[in-house]
């Protein structure tokens, strides 16, 4: 005895258009566009708060009366980077893409150093943790120990959300040429030398 098939669940969804679309498939595209349209707000959004906001007003003039202490213990003064180009990072050595890009900086700091470009470096971290990253991976321009008043001189500098890293640039009359919050690229580098 043959028993009589069941209709599948896809013949008894009726087309009510005639166009072959059936109510299944225009609700799943109601998800895919109400899921593609969150997805577009949240990364606008991120997009938004990630991007670095207006200096503070004296934030420029109050960083070349700072000083910082060096892993080594002296002084570094940053009035003594005041008249040429300056690329000042902040990083911490739990940051990953902190520690990804610093042999880049590096780089760029051997390269153009001749050409008047500075490169500081202010570690937003325990200065002990510093001390045993700096004896494993030594760099060759200056590092800063900031602490938490470097999440402090960041935020007056454009980064409010006090994210890492934060790379500020600035022109050798004192003021801020350009700043990127995340990773640094060597096309970033390439545009930022041409800026002086």
Known sequence: MTLPSLPSAESSVSSES????TPVSRRRALY???AAAAALGGAGLAWWRLQPRAVQAGAE?????????????AQLAMGAFAGKPLLLNFWATWCPPCVEELPLLNTFHRENKANGWQVVGLAIDQP???????ARLPLDFPVGLAGL???????SL???TGGLPF???FGA????????MGQVTPQDLQKWVALR
Do not use: I
Not at 149 to 155: A, F, K, P, Q, V
Not at 173 to 180: I, N, S, T
């Open 128 to 134: 002990s943790s510093v001390r045993k990253f700096l």
């Open 32 to 34: 895919a566009g109400v």
């Open 18 to 21: 005639g166009y072959g679309v």
């Open 173 to 180: 009359e004192g003021r801020v040429l350009h700043r990127k």
């Open 167 to 169: 790379t500020v640039v």
């Open 61 to 73: 003039q109050a960083l070349w009366t700072q000083a910082f202490d060096t892993p080594e213990g």
């Open 149 to 155: 008043g470097g999440s402090e001189l960041g935020r």
């Open 158 to 160: 454009g980064n409010l």
